[in-house]
Structures are given as structure tokens and as C-alpha cells.
């Protein structure tokens, strides 16, 4: 991996020593109302991932991971608090809960059920320990870097999970090879990233011993949901198809963001500027600082009052604030809206790669993009360079799907030749046409805002905010020179 900063010394030092180290909070996009059939759930959990936390809930609740709605994942070495969402269920008995390595900070009804996107951005606070000399100078100097030119947009380590093989188990779904799938999923043991049973369970796979198997996979349910379902059929498509959607939509979705990375890479040098035939992609406008809403009608809660916003009504606890996307100089704004208006909360974002229109004056041609700006191709480069210089527009890549718009000219010429080189067309993602994919497009930069560097002993804490969808280990990459 290459980096932007390239020519500045990193601090060096270690990240997620412990989960406390890496906190991160969610900027909502809008406030639960209180009311309505669904009950939101401000969740701080820590040392798990977003999906297991909400694995622990939905079985405590009787209910299935699919009924839990969240807008984003959120790391598992790391201290999170995020919104989740349950239709029709007991309020009070939800803010009770008490589960291992979660709580539940606060309750609130609302209207609709939280979607993939629903969220303005995130704050990060980081500590860096043993760090090298002069790392807070070379901390900012990095960060001020990627303040006047963007942070590179491009998907980490995590999106691509512990084996670092989401994206190629996406692909052979993506491609209708499930034999393939099957064998890279429940077989291939890697002692580094498996635990012993774990190994022993896909040596069995790969011995052909799948009875035997299936019992071992009893720690990881959707390994064995979809073993069983071999074992039950021995069709392999069909097992494949015993996947949990969210699961499949999380690895063809690691396909994606493979390919968006590979065209990042060629593109890393100029990532701020825009070049005929880019798909350049309009950075929304940053909503105006609100006053206060009312207090919400039902909130409860057991965490700490602390962790929240002023506005709860019971339990001493609260949610987090409601703030403008991220953006330059202005994330970290916090905008809270009245009941009136989060009531009727925006309709949620298309499904991935949906254009619905839009645009703005002046861009006649644009077309609105699901992850909140709109996108438009690019035919004066020199004219549409002083809104590139101001963060205004920015050169997008592709996430590919069968309806997605490829760039022209140069950076259209990049997005095939990556595309060749995967051996992905968009017109393959048919196969996979229950997950309601057609293809976006990403930004190739992201404005960082609110960015802060404090020593603390030999080590140093940085604070800063990203847009949804941005990643703080890339930051974190830059500074520290340690992906």
C-alpha cells in the first residue's frame, strides 16, 4: 500500500493495544422521534463486531440477527457506541439487557427501521502508544496534509475480514461458483487466523468428513448453517444460498470494494484533481447547526449519562448527539433537529448503485448517488479544477454492480483495465440479484475534520472525524506508517 504522505516520517507506535484505545461514536443522520413501532437501541459494546453484538441482542430479545438494523459496522478491537434497531419489541425489556461485552445506553421508539447508510459520519479518538520522538510535530504534519488534500477513500483491512478472503469469497458467489465458495469458506484452515477447533473443523471439511465437521462449526452458526445445508442437499449452490443475506451482502460487497481499491491505487497522485471523463462526485453541503429539539416523548436506559445526548427523558442515560456529515472545518457541529422533523425522517438510501436523480444547478447531467452526493462526468477538466481545489468535487471510482456507471477517457480506461484484471464484469453481478445491487460510486478522497494531536507520557491521542463509509485505520496508516 502506498501512501499520500509519502514523503513525511510517520510517528510509528501501535493501535488497539486495547479495545479502549480505539473509540469510536457514531454521528447519526437523524434523532429517533419516540414514537412509532421500532425501537432504537444506543449500544456500546466493546472487543466484538457490529454483528456479533447484534447476534447477543436478537437471541436475548428471541428475535434473529436479520431483525436487528444498524447504518454501519462498526470495529471489533475498538470501544463503539452506535444506534441499533428491533421492530415490535418490549422497550423496557430491551434497555435492560445486560449481555457480555455490551450495553445498552439508551432506548428510544421510531418509525422506521435502521438501514446500512443512515449515519452523517463517525468520531474517532485514538491512542497511539510507543510512538517514536517528535511524534506529535509529525502527527500534524501528516494530518495537515490530509486536511488540504483528502484522506484516501480506499477500504481497509477489516472490510476484507480476519482471513483477509471476503472479497474472494464474494467473487465466487458473484461468479456462481459455489463449489468454490463452499471450499474456501468451510475448508482451507489457516492456523494464524483460525482457532484450534476452528482449524480442525475445516481440515474435516477438506478430508470430506462434513458430518463430523458440522459439530465443530457449533461456535460459528453461520459456518454451520451453510455446512449443514451440504451436508443435507450436497448441491453446493444451495448451500451457498443457506448464507445469511446480510453475510452475503457484506462479502460480494468486499468484491467491490477490492476492485474501488485497485482503481484508488492508480489513481493515489492526483486523487485531488479531477480529469476529463471522471465521474466526479459532489461533496454534500454540511447542514446548519440546529437548536435543540424537544425532549424525545420515550427514551430509557442503563448506561452511563455520559454517553449520550441532553435530551432523554428517563433512565439517566442517553444517545449520542446528532451531527452534520464531516467536512472541512465543520464536522463535529452538532445538529439536533426537532421531533417534528426527525418524525419524518429522510426515506432510506437507495439500494446500493440506485441513481434517483438529482444534482444541482449547474450540473445538469448529475445524477444523485446513495452515499449522499451526487456524481456528474466530467468534460472541462481545467474548469472544474477550482472546485476540486475548494473540496467542493472529487474523482470517484466504481462500485461495481450491473448497473453501474463506468468513467470515459483516462479513468474510465483505468476502471476497465482494473476490471480485466479481476476477471469481474458488472453484467456478473446478475447472479447475486437478491442482494439489490446495482453499482455507486465512491469518492476517491474524503475531507478529515476536527483533527487533533495530544501527547499523553510516550504516547499521543488523536482525535478527528470522517464522512459514513470512511475509514480511521487509513489515517492511522499515514501517521504511523504501519498499515
Known amino acids: 500500500m502506498r501512501y499520500l504522505t509519502e514523503g513525511l516520517p510517520g510517528t510509528g507506535g501501535r493501535i488497539k493495544v486495547h479495545p479502549a484505545d480505539f473509540v469510536v461514536t457514531e454521528i447519526p443522520l437523524y ?82 427501521k435502521l438501514k ?97 465437521a458440522v459439530g465443530l462449526f457449533a461456535g460459528s452458526p453461520d459456518h454451520q448453517r451453510v455446512l449443514a445445508a451440504l451436508v443435507r442437499t450436497r448441491d453446493p449452490a444451495r448451500a451457498a444460498a443457506a448464507l445469511p443475506k446480510q453475510l452475503a451482502r457484506l462479502l460480494v460487497g468486499a468484491l467491490q470494494s477490492d476492485i474501488f481499491n485497485a482503481v484508488l491505487e492508480r489513481r493515489l497522485d492526483s486523487l485531488d484533481r479531477v480529469e476529463a471523463g471522471d465521474m466526479a462526485y459532489i461533496h454534500p453541503k454540511l447542514p446548519s447547526s440546529g437548536a435543540a429539539g424537544p425532549p424525545m416523548s420515550e427514551q430509557r436506559g442503563g448506561g452511563a449519562a455520559a454517553a ?40 432510506p438510501p437507495s439500494a446500493p448503485g440506485e441513481y434517483t436523480g438529482g444534482g444541482r444547478a449547474g450540473d445538469a447531467t448529475a445524477e444523485r448517488s446513495p452515499r449522499g452526493g451526487a456524481v456528474f462526468r466530467v468534460e472541462d477538466a481545467q474548469a472544474e479544477a477550482p472546485r476540486a481545489e475548494r473540496f467542493q468535487i472529487s474523482p470517484s471510482g466504481p462500485i461495481v454492480a450491473h448497473k453501474v456507471t463506468l468513467a470515459s477517457g483516462r479513468p474510465g480506461e483505468i476502471e476497465r483495465a482494473v476490471l480485466a484484471e479481476k476477471g469481474i464484469r458488472p453484467e456478473d453481478f446478475h447472479r447475486v440479484k437478491f442482494l439489490r445491487l446495482r453499482g455507486d460510486r465512491r469518492p476517491l478522497r474524503v475531507p478529515i475534520a476536527d483533527a487533533a494531536v495530544q501527547p499523553v507520557g510516550d504516547d499521543i491521542l488523536v482525535r478527528f472525524t470522517l464522512p459514513s463509509g470512511a475509514y480511521a485505520t487509513v489515517v492511522l496508516a499515514e501517521i504511523t506508517r504501519q498499515a
Open 116 to 212: 446500512i447508510g443512515h449515519l452523517a459520519g463517525n468520531r474517532f479518538e485514538v491512542r497511539i502508544r510507543g510512538c517514536g520522538p517528535d511524534a506529535r510535530n509529525r502527527a500534524e504534519a501528516v494530518l495537515a496534509v490530509l486536511a488540504a488534500r483528502g484522506v484516501p477513500n480506499r477500504f481497509d483491512y477489516q472490510r476484507f475480514g480476519r482471513r483477509g478472503d471476503n472479497h474472494l469469497l464474494g467473487r465466487a458467489l458473484v461468479l456462481g461458483r459455489h463449489k468454490e465458495f463452499c471450499d474456501l469458506f468451510l475448508g482451507r484452515p489457516r492456523a494464524q487466523f483460525d482457532s484450534p477447533r476452528l482449524v480442525r473443523a475445516r481440515q474435516l471439511y477438506d478430508q470430506g468428513s462434513w458430518h463430523e
Open 308 to 347: 449520550g445526548p441532553p435530551n432523554a427523558s428517563r433512565g439517566g442515560s442517553a444517545g449520542p448527539p446528532t451531527a452534520s456529515a464531516a467536512g472541512p472545518g465543520a464536522a463535529g457541529q452538532e445538529t439536533r433537529r426537532a421531533n417534528s422533523e426527525a418524525a419524518a425522517a429522510p426515506p
Open 31 to 112: 434523532e429517533p422521534c419516540g414514537q412509532g413501532d421500532h425501537v432504537y437501541l444506543y449500544v456500546e459494546k466493546q472487543g466484538i463486531g457490529s454483528l456479533e453484538a447484534a447476534e447477543r441482542i436478537a437471541r436475548a430479545l428471541g428475535r434473529t440477527r436479520a431483525d436487528v438494523g444498524m447504518a454501519g459496522l462498526k470495529d471489533a478491537q475498538a470501544l463503539t457506541r452506535q444506534w441499533m434497531s428491533l421492530e415490535r419489541t418490549d422497550i423496557d425489556r430491551a434497555a435492560r439487557l445486560r449481555l457480555p461485552n455490551v450495553r445498552i445506553l439508551a432506548a428510544a421508539r421510531h418509525r422506521n
